[in-house]
């Protein structure tokens, strides 16, 4: 493992063999995989569970609930929401503490492919081997092997050259 300077990495964070971490992370509660690579600016919160040779490119936030599988490509600058109805105070005005929410799970799955400043709502399931396009909003489940893109995500044909 490769600790840079300016990496914050709790420890409660569970990492793999040879997991190389760049300079200025954030990571804590948090599980990565053997072989995987985390770049600079990423955010990996508390329960968040990163698969074995995953590459999360620089500028990332991946929060609470969000599990990548396996061989998954982030790229730079992509963000996961884990709250369908964030708020930062509750009805009487209070600061919201962590039983005034719930946290929705999202699930990345095998192989898939993120495009760089993706936006992944919770609740959501990305198929194995899909690709999101770059600067996509997802909403609903990406099928397996689809090739997805645009606001929302849609499937779109592959270039048939």
Known sequence: MVKADFARIASDVKLGKDVKIYAFVNLYGCEIGDESKIGTFVEIQKGAKIGSRVKVSSHTFICEGVTIEDEVFI???V???????????????????????????????????????????????????????????????????????????????????
């Open 75 to 77: 790229g730079h600058g």
């Open 79 to 161: 963000m996961f929401i884990n709250d369908k109805y964030p708020r930062a105070t509750t009805g009487s005005g209070s600061l919201q503490s962590e039983a005034d929410w719930v946290c929705s799970p999202t699930l990345v799955k095998k192989r898939a492919s993120i495009g760089s400043n993706a936006t992944i709502l919770c609740g959501v399931t990305i198929g194995e081997g899909a690709l999101v396009g770059a600067g996509s909003v997802v909403t609903r489940d990406v099928p397996v092997g689809a090739v997805v893109a645009g606001n929302p995500a849609r499937s779109v044909s592959k270039d048939k050259k």
